[in-house]
Nanobody, 118 residues
Framework: QVQLVESGGGLVQAGGSLRLSCAAS????????MGWFRQAPGKQREWLAT???????NYADSVKGRFTISRDNAKSTVYLQMNSLKPEDTAVYYC????????????WGQGTQVTVSS
């Protein structure tokens, strides 16, 4: 069964940090590139970062230098370290396996809410 479970969100002040986790079922995690996305109220889901099975990373300009994606292949878990958070980072954050064109592969999980207060 394909499953993605995000956690680690919460309420943080601007300038603060959070670390998100995404536990994925092995069938979707194993050799796939994994990505983080977010969706703010009234906006479309936005791609943030990807990491290949070999550890190569890519970031959207909006988070480059502030967010770091990593993965633990033994635990089938992908992480998103978020530093210097801004109120505009407020959104529900999701992970998923993606194609080389950053198209999500699996079903979406429930996401984890991140709220950044000013």
């Amino acid at each position: 069964q394909v499953q993605l479970v995000e956690s680690g969100g919460g309420l943080v002040q601007a300038g603060g940090s959070l670390r998100l986790s995404c536990a994925a079922s092995k069938i979707i995690f194993s050799t796939n590139t994994m990505g983080w996305f977010r969706q703010a109220p009234g906006k479309q889901r936005e791609w943030l970062a990807t990491i290949t099975s070999g550890g190569t990373t890519n970031y959207a300009d909006s988070v480059k230098g502030r967010f770091t994606i990593s993965r633990d292949n033994a635990k089938s878990t992908v992480y998103l370290q978020m530093n210097s958070l801004k109120p505009e980072d407020t959104a529900v954050y999701y992970c998923n396996a993606v194609t080389i064109f950053r198209v999500p592969i699996g079903p979406w999980g429930q996401g984890t809410q991140v709220t950044v207060s000013s």
